[in-house]
């Protein structure tokens, strides 16, 4: 073994990794791999190689054998659970992160991760303290403020008061000193209106599919689409998206302030923000103010915080009169729905109930299992108790250690094993495909399902929701009411548990409101593209006049 060869390749390697270059870090670091196999750092740094080129399952050996080879590794028990955690392998991600903050106590990037990886087994409980643990050592991290207040809304202990507050803290600790917006370019209704679209989901994803609808039905004549899209991929959706709209930036690795100059130069009326605090989100840029006028909708469920935001667009159902303390920005409220649903580009044929084929009666949730929350177990597991030959369906994580932590949850609420059913979700048409296997889906309490709910009605799958506080669990009550099953709205958690367990003894009758749903939703408010592509446009015009 050549040491000054190695020492080379090594060198070359992690400056490649530095400077984006993992293709060319991977052909180094694994002729280190070749001259000193029992090298950890060599094996650590060809884990982060194989990662940024996609390659995660290759990466996990490496990172295995680093870790084996040096246990006092901290940077390799990370990336071990951050890779462990991509692979959905959470539970062994957690013991990844629990062997790093044990070698590194108290450090706020770690606790962080940890919180995540908690979240995504549903424990909003532990990665609310997690997030909070490492707030209070490094709290200038605003990434790990937004996880913070995204975890709040899935928690049922939570009030919406104090979700609101902490939104308010973190545009106050993130959204910089006032800025002088631009010059508002003049409008007198003659000219379309210049408008841009801001997010790293428009793709082949819940706010992409509402994009696109709402792009393919403006009318040219009066708004012209500016795309400002923060994702990397290039994906067929995304391309066929394009066509759509005037003009697409990719802004992905841009700084804020080249974002913003951007911005500036192409003298928008409007910037539209669907992304709030959600993954790639570009609150740094929104707190530049950019436009003269900024709104944000759909693509999250509260307020960003930020009062360079001005508007947040919603209806009167999901925010009923009384609900503008709980934001930032004002609410401008659109005539009958905040929101339209895409349909998915393909999907199976509704099917009939499984009950009425002899199938025991199945209650279901296809949500984000983040969303069922403690409040939701105790609901659900009351419902499985009242109709003991009943089982409930729950898409998982593909993960064992998930899958315990819910048997034990309802296990306390006196809920048996053999009335769970479990799902890993798969792609799209199997995961549709599941909805004709479930009788009477129920809707996540407090953070209710937007676009899934969207997905219930489209396959025909009743489903029953519990009317909330708050936008984020109110918003299945308008789709419901747009399909004409305001039945299916429960007042408190003893109406949800009665009417569910009503419906589970009468599943002709609920066979009976579940024929037709898709016309019946192709009809409501929440699938005329062109009439809320009118909406609105008319409501940027009232923005940018008020």
Same mark, same amino acid.
């Given at each position: ?270 910037? #539209?923000?669907?992304?709030?605090? !959600?993954? %790639? ?9 950019? @436009? =003269? +006028? $900024? *709104? ?59 009950? #009425?084929?002899?199938?025991?009666? !199945?209650? %279901? ?9 403690? @409040? =939701? +177990? $105790? *609901? ?59 009788? #009477? ?106």
């Amino acid at each position: 073994m050549d040491p000054v060869l190695f020492d080379q390749q090594l060198r070359e390697g992690e400056e490649h990794l530095a400077n984006g270059r993992a293709v060319e870090a991977v052909s180094c670091l694994r002729r280190c791999i070749d001259l000193r196999p029992d090298d950890a750092s060599a094996r650590l740094a060809l884990g982060q190689a194989l990662i940024d080129t996609g390659r995660d399952a290759e990466a996990l050996g490496q990172l295995e054998q680093a870790v084996a080879l040096d246990s006092t590794l901290v940077r390799g028990h990370i990336r071990l659970g951050n890779v462990l955690r991509a692979l959905s392998r959470t539970g062994e991600a957690v013991e990844a992160y629990g062997r790093a903050l044990k070698l590194r106590p108290a450090d706020p990037f770690i606790l962080s991760n940890l919180g995540n990886a908690w979240l995504d087994l549903g424990e909003s409980g532990r990665a609310i303290d997690c997030y909070r643990q490492s707030l209070t050592i490094f709290p200038d991290a605003p990434a790990t403020h937004s996880n913070l207040i995204f975890a709040l809304q899935y928690d049922s202990g939570t009030s919406r008061e104090e979700i609101a507050t902490a939104h308010r803290e973190w545009g106050g600790r993130f959204g910089g000193e006032a800025v002088r917006a631009p010059e508002r370019p003049e409008y007198d209704g003659k000219r379309p209106l210049r408008v841009g679209f801001l997010s790293a989901d428009f793709r082949y994803h819940p706010v992409g599919r509402m994009a696109s609808v709402v792009w393919q039905h403006l009318d040219r004549e009066l708004l012209t689409a500016i795309v400002y899209d923060n994702s990397s991929d290039e994906t067929p959706a995304k391309q066929r998206y394009r066509g759509l709209v005037e003009s697409w930036h990719n802004i992905a690795g841009q700084s804020d302030e080249e974002v913003v100059q951007l911005i500036r130069s192409d003298r928008l009326d409007v910037l #539209l923000d669907f992304s709030g605090h !959600t993954s %790639g989100n570009r609150l740094g840029v929104l707190a530049q103010k950019p @436009a =003269a +006028v $900024q *709104a944000t909708l759909f693509g999250y469920p509260n307020t960003t915080g930020l009062s360079s935001v001005d508007y947040r667009i919603t209806d009167a159902v999901a925010d009923p009169p009384g609900a503008e303390s709980l934001y930032v920005e004002r609410l401008h409220r659109m005539p009958r729905t905040a929101w339209v649903y895409g349909p998915p580009d393909a999907s199976p044929e509704p099917g009939a109930l499984p009950s #009425l084929e002899g199938k025991p009666f !199945t209650f %279901g949730c296809l949500n984000n299992p983040a969303k069922i929350s403690e @409040a =939701a +177990v $105790q *609901a659900w597991g009351e419902i499985l108790q009242r109709c003991p030959e009943s089982r409930l369906l729950l898409l998982v994580r593909n993960d064992p250690a998930h899958e315990g932590l819910l048997l034990e949850k309802f296990g306390r609420h006196g809920v048996n094993d053999r009335q769970l059913v479990f799902a890993a979700k798969g792609p799209e048409p199997v995961y549709l495909e599941l909805h004709n296997q479930i009788d #009477l889906m129920l809707d996540p309490f407090p953070y209710n399902g937007g676009v899934t709910t969207g997905d219930c009605l489209w396959m025909e799958t009743p489903i029953l929701t519990l009317a909330g506080d708050s936008y984020v669990s109110r918003q299945g009550v308008g789709l419901l009411a747009g399909v004409g099953l305001e039945e299916f709205v429960a007042a408190n958690r003893e109406d949800l548990v009665a009417k569910a367990a009503d419906w589970a003894v009468a599943p002709g009758r609920l066979a009976e409101r579940a024929t037709g749903l898709r016309e019946r939703f192709l009809a409501s408010p929440s699938m005329d593209h062109v009439g809320y592509a009118r909406e609105l446009v008319s409501a940027l015009q009232e923005m940018v006049t008020a």
